[in-house]
């Protein structure tokens, strides 16, 4: 088998993963939510409004603030919706899956053991940047 083939099939398995699955749903019902996306519409366009603002000679520097205070809150009320959450929290754990699947096959190219290299990157794990030599935690 070439190696194209065995990474189309690497994109099979990773479509047919519960993290992925719980992505996919989440996207959806995210994408479906219409007063969630009329709030990130909103918050784009007042972001925008912000920006055209900021860029006048004659900024009217109480306005910016007052948007700058209404872009918050859109911003809270966004990522506080629960479907939102819901989102944020799939997405990294596909994130996460992704990073591992990505790490494995990078030090595989830089000639580590594909079969026993960790599955997460040294600064992913509780150990930090220095990895897991100290500690033995994660890999």
Do not use: W
Not at 68 to 82: A, E, K
């Amino acid at each position: 088998m070439d190696i194209i083939q065995m990474a189309r099939d690497l994109g099979t398995a990773i479509q047919q993963d519960p993290r992925y699955k719980a992505y996919e749903a989440a996207k959806e019902k995210n994408d479906s939510n219409v007063e969630l996306q009329k709030r990130i519409a909103d918050f784009h366009a007042l972001k925008a409004e912000i920006n055209a603002e900021q860029r006048k000679p004659d900024a009217d520097r109480a306005r910016i603030h007052k948007m700058n205070d209404d872009l918050r809150d859109l911003f809270m009320s966004i990522n506080n919706d629960p479907d939102m959450v819901a989102f944020e929290s799939a997405r990294e754990g596909m994130d996460a899956v992704l990073d591992s699947i990505n790490f494995i096959i990078t030090a595989s190219a830089n000639g580590k053991d594909p079969q026993t290299c960790p599955d997460t990157p040294p600064e992913m794990c509780s150990c930090g940047a220095g990895g897991c030599a100290g500690c033995a935690g994660c890999g």
